[in-house]
């Protein structure tokens, strides 16, 4: 087998079609290289490598040697240069790439290849001394982190008082010799920490980097963010050798990183970073602040420092050539990184660039317009799950603010919450309920959990490409960065700022479209539903097979959920009408009557306020199907549970406390989800679905009157697990339509159907489908039956099973296909057997994830039911399902 491919020069042995074996990077680099761009030659070793190292106890098969020693020769074959060599050194950097990129989770070493010999060599070949020794204490310094595991801090304070003792304070002060100097003292502080004198053999160098990168792959803060991200631990990652090429040779080489289209807003324009001499990392790092790519770019933020498009002409013509072959060839917004050594570009990357929703909707409707891509492509091209960032409010901007600072608009959004200054606090308060701003100097992948408990992310240092504004936008989360003029001191747990201060727990707002952070709560408003969404949604529409409805119970749920395009009521559940302060009392007499008479006597209190509850909901979605399910939570949940609470409840019904306690206790469950709840309320008090059925068609009536539109009410029993259960309340319903039609000398359409969300349901649905019209699956309580796991009590244990791989992921949020989906295609062929055309529906959570979604069209659902603000999600994983 083999594991070496190589690059460069004329060859290429991979391409972008093998990113799993070659990893993102490599993939393109490969694919670059093949369509004649500029790319310094070097080879890839593959994941598949990877795998084995870790299978042999982190060991190399002894066949790799002979093909890496293929690919060294490949490089010193294209550029002239011999590794290890002491007159003229061929220097590699040696990085990871794993399938999809982890931003800064794993490890790179660069300038390998330096030694005390070669250091001299490289020197002679540059024509310059100052750079050969400060590349040579770069590489000890990195190599000692990344490779031997020394604390960096040693080689900082060696630095430091290097400076101090030369009375400098700016890196750039140090010469040629000073250089050298802190190199002898690097040399020894690693001879100290590490036992051994620092690696000379460059081939000793080079085995030791590619075993850290592979170890990399196996570090906490990788294994965290493939946790967060859903990447499987065994995929692995390719590692990169690649001859270096220099970006901090003078005041002709730079070095950045740019995408093809605005990453933030979609615009159609350059967009990027870069910094002149300097290398690779350090414009990610975000220790210097780098310079705009283009002339316009730069005025628009009123900066000085040229843009490259001023400062390097002719290399950024020929850049900006290399953004519009790429975007060609790869039919994508790509985000680039780049070097130029003495005027000369490489291309040290591309791939598919990380974008935020909007700009992803506004890439793909343009791209598709502009005729690159399809309209196909443009759907599946934008992630259901991240339209979430764009149907969330946004700030009112007419509303008071009181401006702290202005940062960089990293991530869009908007966030308010309790200020804390490290992950791990960010983290706690987040399981605590509480919304958190993390603010920080500068993130760091360690910060990587703290920065998904928090609602938004604010930190004092870097740039749009920075690790905080990449992470964030990845995950969705609204940033400020670089805001400079913050002086954050973590340990004191304080900001400061022009004299004021903010301290832990105390609330800021920030705005991660404009970059500016205020202090206290700010008003939000709705966000915009037309231009580029609703293009792509009208695009959507027109390709999915699968309705989407929504989950909704308010007159106001109701609005939104058509705004967003819902089609229906799925589920509108009336429990919730009947926590109603003005009501409960009625419905707490109901539930506390010792008879029949009493709990008729308090549901006719009830009648006419549920019947104002659907003619507001009728209204509103005249002409659309509404699933009322009629009351499905135990009794108890509608009485008191406090001591202090019982006196006042007795007062409002006329009970006495020894009665409302005695009550109390006779309807006490141990396990009220599979107690008195559900069409067991029905069944022993039909009187209560009576009332519900008769407020129903009293409404649709009047709706029909009043409007001359017609809604079509579906009549929903909950719980149901046998078909006799489902005969009786059908009866109990029909009869209440028979009288109400009666009364009112006219008919309105309408359907009584079940849920099914018991196993036993499932199973009989061939019989269930005799007595009902519609099957509405309630996958909340069927996850919960089937797996015979508390949905209130599961999140105490469910992060263990999935951390565990016992499920992919939280069952509850993302269907458990196997085992629950099996009921549901069971459940839908049985009833469609007995009922062909039966109409099937899915009403819990399920409804709104879009894997969820992609099975409900293969199972051949009529829709899926989701929140209101899921709505546009379903409706574009629907589209996607349906490709
Ligand atoms: C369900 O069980 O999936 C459902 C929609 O009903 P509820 O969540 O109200 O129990
Ligand atoms: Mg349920």
């Given at each position: 087998?083999?594991?070496?491919?190589?690059?460069?020069g004329?060859?290429?042995?991979?391409?972008?079609?093998?990113?799993?074996?070659?990893?993102?990077?490599?993939?393109?680099?490969?694919?670059?290289a093949?369509?004649?761009?500029?790319?310094?030659?070097?080879?890839?070793?593959?994941?598949a490598?990877?795998?084995?190292?870790?299978?042999?106890?982190?060991r190399?098969?002894?066949?790799?040697?002979?093909?890496?020693?293929?690919?060294?020769?490949?490089?010193?074959?294209?550029?002239?240069?011999?590794?290890?060599?002491?007159?003229?050194?061929?220097?590699?950097?040696?990085?990871?790439?794993?399938?999809?990129?982890?931003?800064?989770?794993?490890?790179?070493?660069?300038?390998?290849?330096?030694?005390?010999?070669?250091?001299?060599?490289?020197?002679?070949?540059?024509?310059?001394?100052?750079?050969?020794?400060?590349?040579?204490?770069?590489?000890?310094?990195?190599?000692?982190?990344?490779?031997?595991?020394?604390?960096?801090?040693?080689?900082?304070?060696?630095?430091?008082?290097?400076?101090?003792?030369?009375?400098?304070?700016?890196?750039?002060?140090?010469?040629?010799?000073d250089?050298?100097?802190?190199?002898?003292e690097?040399?020894?502080?690693?001879?100290?920490?590490?036992?051994?004198?620092?690696?000379?053999?460059?081939?000793?160098?080079?085995?030791?980097?590619?075993?850290?990168v592979?170890?990399?792959?196996?570090?906490?803060?990788?294994?965290?963010?493939?946790?967060?991200?859903?990447?499987?631990?065994?995929?692995?990652?390719?590692?990169?050798?690649?001859?270096?090429?220099?970006?901090?040779?003078?005041?002709?080489?730079?070095?950045?990183?740019?995408?093809?289209?605005?990453?933030?807003?979609?615009?159609?324009?350059?967009?990027?970073?870069?910094?002149?001499?300097?290398?690779?990392?350090?414009?990610?790092?975000?220790?210097?602040?780098?310079?705009?790519?283009?002339?316009?770019?730069?005025?628009?933020a009123?900066?000085?420092?040229?843009?490259?498009?001023?400062?390097?002409?002719?290399?950024?013509?020929?850049?900006?050539?290399?953004?519009?072959?790429?975007?060609?060839?790869?039919?994508?917004?790509?985000?680039?990184?780049?070097?130029?050594?003495?005027?000369?570009?490489w291309?040290?990357?591309?791939?598919?660039?990380?974008?935020?929703?909007?700009?992803?909707?506004k890439?793909?409707?343009?791209?598709?317009?502009?005729?690159?891509?399809?309209?196909?492509?443009?759907?599946?091209?934008?992630?259901?799950?991240?339209?979430?960032?764009?149907?969330?409010?946004?700030?009112?901007?007419?509303?008071?603010?009181?401006?702290?600072?202005?940062?960089?608009?990293?991530?869009?959004?908007?966030?308010?919450?309790?200020v804390?200054?490290?992950?791990?606090?960010?983290?706690?308060?987040?399981?605590?309920?509480?919304?958190?701003?993390?603010?920080?100097?500068?993130?760091?992948?360690?910060?990587?959990?703290?920065?998904?408990a928090?609602?938004?992310i604010?930190?004092?240092?870097?740039?749009?490409?920075?690790?905080?504004?990449?992470?964030?936008?990845?995950?969705?989360?609204?940033?400020?960065?670089?805001?400079?003029?913050?002086?954050?001191?973590?340990?004191?747990?304080?900001?400061?700022?022009?004299?004021?201060?903010?301290?832990?727990?105390?609330?800021?707002?920030?705005?991660?479209?404009?970059?500016?952070?205020?202090?206290?709560?700010?008003?939000?408003?709705?966000?915009?539903?037309?231009?580029?969404?609703?293009?792509?949604?009208?695009?959507?529409?027109?390709?999915r097979?699968?309705?989407?409805?929504?989950?909704?119970e308010t007159?106001?749920?109701?609005?939104?959920?058509?705004?967003?395009?819902?089609?229906?009521?799925?589920?509108?559940?009336?429990?919730?009408?009947?926590f109603?302060?003005?009501?409960?009392?009625?419905?707490?007499?109901?539930?506390?009557?010792?008879?029949?008479?009493?709990?008729?006597?308090?549901?006719?209190?009830?009648?006419?306020?549920?019947?104002?509850?659907?003619?507001?909901?009728?209204?509103?979605?005249?002409?659309?199907?509404?699933?009322?399910?009629?009351?499905?939570?135990?009794?108890?949940?509608?009485?008191?549970?406090?001591e202090?609470?019982?006196?006042?409840?007795g007062?409002?019904?006329?009970?006495?406390?020894?009665?409302?306690?005695?009550?109390?206790?006779?309807?006490h469950?141990?396990?009220?989800?599979?107690?008195?709840?559900?069409?067991?309320?029905?069944?022993?008090?039909?009187?209560?679905?009576?009332?519900?059925?008769?407020?129903?068609?009293?409404?649709?009536?009047?709706?029909?009157?009043?409007?001359?539109?017609?809604?079509?009410?579906?009549?929903?029993?909950?719980?149901?697990?046998?078909?006799?259960?489902?005969e009786?309340?059908?009866?109990?319903?029909?009869?209440?339509?028979?009288?109400?039609?009666?009364?009112?000398?006219?008919?309105?359409?309408?359907?009584?159907?079940?849920?099914?969300?018991?196993?036993?349901?499932?199973?009989?649905?061939?019989?269930?489908?005799e007595?009902?019209?519609?099957?509405?699956?309630?996958?909340?309580?069927?996850?919960?039956?089937?797996?015979?796991?508390?949905?209130?009590d599961?999140?105490?244990?469910?992060?263990?099973?999935?951390?565990?791989?016992?499920?992919?992921?939280?069952?509850?949020?993302?269907?458990?296909?196997?085992?629950?989906?099996?009921?549901?295609?069971?459940?839908?062929?049985?009833?469609?057997?007995?009922?062909?055309?039966?109409?099937?529906?899915?009403?819990?959570e399920?409804?709104?994830?879009p894997?969820?979604?992609?099975?409900?069209?293969?199972?051949?659902?009529?829709?899926?039911?989701?929140?209101?603000?899921?709505?546009?999600?379903?409706?574009?994983?629907?589209?996607?399902?349906?490709?």
């Open positions: 087998q083999r594991y070496v491919y190589r690059f460069g004329g060859v290429s042995d991979g391409g972008k079609g093998d990113r799993n074996l070659l990893g993102g990077k490599g993939a393109n680099l490969a694919e670059m093949s369509i004649d761009l500029p790319v310094p030659p070097g080879f890839t070793i593959s994941t490598m990877c795998t084995r190292y870790y299978e042999e106890g982190e190399f098969p002894d066949s790799l040697k002979a093909e890496v020693a293929e690919g060294i020769a490949h490089i010193e074959r294209i550029t002239g240069k011999t590794f290890g060599d002491a007159a003229d050194p061929l220097l590699v950097s040696v990085r990871s790439g794993a399938r999809v990129s982890m931003p800064g989770m794993m490890d790179t070493v660069l300038n390998l290849g330096l030694n005390d010999a070669t250091v001299e060599g490289l020197a002679a070949t540059s024509g310059d001394e100052r750079f050969a020794w400060d590349s040579y204490r770069r590489f000890i310094q990195m190599y000692s982190d990344v490779v031997l595991e020394l604390d960096h801090g040693a080689f900082e304070e060696a630095l430091e008082i290097a400076k101090e003792d030369r009375g400098y304070t700016l890196d750039t002060e140090l010469s040629a010799a250089w050298r100097e802190l190199v002898a690097y040399k020894g502080v690693v001879e100290k920490e590490w036992g051994k004198p620092f690696p000379q053999d460059v081939h000793d160098q080079l085995w030791g980097a590619v075993g850290a592979f170890g990399s792959w196996q570090s906490e803060r990788a294994k965290v963010y493939r946790r967060l991200n859903h990447i499987p631990g065994d995929w692995g990652t390719a590692v990169n050798v690649q001859a270096m090429v220099f970006g901090n040779m003078g005041d002709t080489s730079a070095t950045g990183v740019a995408f093809t289209r605005d990453p933030a807003k979609g615009d159609r324009a350059y967009y990027g970073e870069f910094l002149i001499n300097a290398q690779g990392e350090d414009v990610v790092a975000g220790i210097r602040t780098p310079q705009y790519l283009t002339k316009a770019a730069r005025e628009e009123g900066a000085k420092p040229l843009s490259m498009e001023e400062a390097l002409p002719e290399v950024y013509t020929e850049l900006a050539a290399v953004f519009d072959t790429l975007e060609t060839h790869y039919r994508d917004m790509q985000d680039i990184e780049f070097t130029v050594e003495r005027g000369k570009l291309m040290l990357q591309t791939r598919s660039g990380k974008r935020t929703a909007k700009a992803a909707l890439i793909a409707v343009e791209m598709a317009s502009e005729g690159l891509i399809t309209r196909e492509e443009a759907i599946a091209r934008v992630d259901p799950q991240a339209l979430d960032q764009l149907l969330h409010p946004t700030l009112d901007p007419n509303a008071p603010r009181d401006v702290l600072t202005k940062g960089l608009p990293a991530s869009p959004g908007a966030a308010s919450g309790l804390v200054f490290d992950a791990d606090t960010a983290e706690r308060m987040a399981a605590d309920g509480k919304a958190v701003i993390l603010v920080r100097t500068e993130t760091s992948p360690e910060d990587i959990h703290g920065m998904h928090a609602k938004g604010l930190t004092a240092r870097g740039g749009m490409t920075s690790h905080a504004a990449v992470v964030a936008r990845g995950m969705g989360r609204p940033c400020v960065s670089g805001a400079g003029s913050l002086a954050i001191s973590a340990k004191d747990k304080v900001l400061r700022v022009g004299g004021r201060e903010v301290r832990e727990g105390e609330t800021l707002t920030i705005d991660g479209a404009t970059g500016e952070v205020m202090v206290g709560e700010v008003a939000t408003i709705q966000p915009e539903l037309a231009g580029d969404f609703g293009t792509l949604m009208e695009w959507a529409d027109g390709v097979r699968l309705k989407v409805r929504a989950n909704a007159p106001l749920d109701c609005r939104t959920a058509r705004d967003f395009g819902a089609e229906g009521v799925g589920l509108c559940r009336t429990e919730h009408m009947f109603d302060a003005a009501r409960i009392t009625a419905v707490r007499q109901m539930i506390l009557a010792e008879d029949e008479a009493g709990r008729r006597a308090a549901l006719e209190k009830l009648l006419p306020e549920q019947r104002a509850d659907f003619t507001s909901i009728f209204e509103v979605m005249a002409g659309l199907p509404v699933t009322v399910r009629l009351l499905d939570p135990p009794l108890h949940e509608f009485l008191p549970h406090e202090n609470e019982f006196a006042e409840v007062r409002a019904t006329g009970l006495s406390v020894e009665q409302l306690k005695r009550r109390a206790a006779e309807l469950e141990f396990n009220p989800m599979l107690g008195h709840r559900g069409c067991r309320l029905g069944v022993t008090y039909p009187e209560i679905y009576e009332m519900q059925a008769r407020a129903i068609f009293e409404a649709a009536i009047d709706v029909a009157e009043k409007s001359g539109e017609a809604p079509i009410p579906e009549v929903m029993i909950p719980l149901v697990g046998t078909k006799r259960e489902l009786l309340m059908k009866t109990v319903v029909d009869t209440a339509a028979k009288a109400v039609f009666a009364e009112r000398g006219r008919t309105v359409d309408y359907l009584v159907g079940t849920m099914i969300e018991l196993p036993r349901a499932a199973l009989r649905a061939g019989e269930i489908a007595a009902g019209e519609f099957f509405s699956f309630g996958t909340n309580d069927l996850t919960q039956t089937t797996l015979g796991v508390s949905r209130d599961a999140s105490r244990f469910l992060g263990a099973y999935v951390e565990k791989g016992i499920y992919a992921r939280d069952p509850f949020v993302s269907l458990d296909v196997e085992g629950v989906g099996e009921l549901v295609e069971i459940a839908a062929e049985r009833g469609r057997k007995t009922r062909p055309g039966i109409k099937l529906g899915i009403c819990g399920h409804g709104g994830d894997a969820s979604i992609a099975f409900c069209e293969q199972v051949g659902l009529d829709y899926v039911s989701a929140s209101p603000y899921r709505v546009p999600i379903a409706r574009l994983a629907a589209a996607q399902a349906a490709l």
